[in-house]
């Protein structure tokens, strides 16, 4: 079976896309990169935003077009949006032959490979499979926050941690196979709990694995991070010096909204104590503007709290109503030319703090971590999180730390040469 995969939407998107290509290479099929050699083209889609819904839609479009001259790919969908709008893509789309929902996704790779009779075949030893270096792990499913805003506790369901054994023998299992930096991932990993151990107990079960150089874990949530957590940052050196802790908005009255349960003030102290914990600690974020409500000052707020903590980086996102969620009754009544103004100032103010940190990066040595080498270029990353590029073709490179001079310096990049 030769299948094409695309993904929308956030690293657990990707994680699961990651995971169902590991099971079709453990029975051995190809993942393929055309339309034109694939026998199976699976959609992975994200509900979380009306524009990832559309975008969805429009690739079904495109595969309707290819199906009809080329009858024989089979067309699967899976993830947030076939859960939420299953049975209406498939009205849409009578090209599409298997819809799997979010909640489902565990079963995804099986019913996938048994369009193509395939799960009966004996399963190839899965240690013959070389991992990449930097891997994703999903450690926690759903999601019991019900920011007022978000789909995902609707379309994932109650948040399950899950065993912390089977977290521990995953990652060992790829870090066997070659994997070096390892991604933990949950809606909000702070409240990981199972039996006695939580996420900061977790984190030191993972890091005693052998050979592991890199741990990173998101997504944070500030209402639950603890400072066990924040003192194994600063202590454990093979946690990454990166936090992606969601600011969302600096006013508590659309914090209140937003039933996010924590004040800026307590948002502020947070960083605070990060800061002086793990001084060379990055730290990006989430913005929502035009969130029902949000005021010229309430926006002000936000912007000025983005100029005065000066995040490493951030993704803001213009409000959008989603079905089911308690904002859906709110009034949109942010008008959309307004989000899209508040959008491109906060960007635009973003975009000047990155180049001001980035500028001071130039000159300094980087510990990086190499994940690919193509073609005489490194492509490796800071413990911050920052892409480095530098000239250097040995093989031995990948998967090694190794120390980058970097001379020149981008927003998204980094570039420089081996020491
Ligand atoms: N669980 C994570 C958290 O709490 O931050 C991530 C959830 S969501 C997949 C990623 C980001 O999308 C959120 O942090 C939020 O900024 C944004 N988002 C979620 N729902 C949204 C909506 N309805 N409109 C605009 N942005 C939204
Ligand atoms: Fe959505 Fe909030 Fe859960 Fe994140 S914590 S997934 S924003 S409900």
């Known amino acids: 079976m030769n299948y094409l995969i695309e993904t929308i939407g956030c690293q657990m998107n990707m994680c699961e896309s990651d995971v169902l290509s590991s099971v079709f290479s453990a029975y051995g099929a190809s993942k393929v990169s055309s339309l034109s050699d694939a026998d199976v083209a699976i959609l992975n889609t994200c509900s979380v935003r009306a524009q990832a819904e559309q975008k969805a839609f429009s690739y079904l479009g495109r595969i309707k077009e290819f199906k009809q001259k080329n009858p024989s790919i089979k067309v699967v969908v899976i ?16 090209s599409v032959d298997l819809i799997i929902g979010a909640k489902d996704i565990d079963n995804a790779a099986l019913r996938i490979m048994d369009l193509f009779h395939m799960s009966n075949f004996a399963k190839k030893v899965n240690s013959e499979i070389k991992s990449e270096v930097t891997r994703y792990v999903t450690i926690m499913k759903g999601c019991d926050n019900y920011c007022s805003y978000c789909t995902v506790p609707f379309v994932r369901g109650k948040e399950i941690s899950i065993n912390f054994e089977k977290i521990v023998n995953k990652c060992s299992s790829m870090v066997k196979n070659g994997a070096r930096e390892i991604t933990l991932l949950g809606q909000n990993v702070n409240s990981y709990k199972c039996e006695d151990v939580n996420f900061a107990a977790l984190i030191k079960k993972v890091a005693a694995i052998e050979n592991l150089k890199r741990i990173r874990f998101m997504t944070n949530h500030p209402k639950d991070l603890s400072d066990d957590l924040i003192k194994i ?22 914090l209140k909204a937003m039933n996010r349960k924590y004040s800026h003030e307590h948002y502020l102290k947070l960083i605070k104590k990060l800061r002086a914990a793990i001084p060379d600690i990055s730290v990006t974020t989430d913005i929502i503007v035009g969130f029902p409500g949000e005021t010229d000052e309430d926006f002000e707020d936000t912007l000025e709290a983005v100029k005065t903590i000066k995040f490493d980086g951030l993704y803001v996102f213009k409000y959008s109503p989603r079905p089911n969620t308690k904002a859906f009754g709110m009034i949109d009544d942010v008008p959309l030319q307004e989000k899209k103004r508040r959008h491109a100032v906060t960007l635009e ?23 690919k080498i193509k073609n005489g270029i490194i492509k490796a990353r800071t413990r911050g999180g920052r892409k480095v590029f530098a000239k250097g073709d040995k093989e031995e490179y990948l998967g090694k730390h190794i120390n980058v001079n970097i001379k020149e310096a981008k927003v998204n990049s980094l570039f420089g040469s081996i020491i």
């Open 349 to 371: 103010e973003a975009n000047k703090i990155s180049i001001e940190i980035v500028s001071e990066i130039i000159g300094s040595t980087q510990q990086v971590l190499v994940e």
């Open 79 to 94: 993830g947030c949006m076939a859960e939420r709008l299953g049975s209406k893509i498939k009205k849409r789309f009578n």
């Open 233 to 254: 940052m600063a202590t454990e050196p093979k946690v990454c010096s990166h936090i992606h802790l969601p600011m969302q908005s600096a006013s508590d009255k659309i």
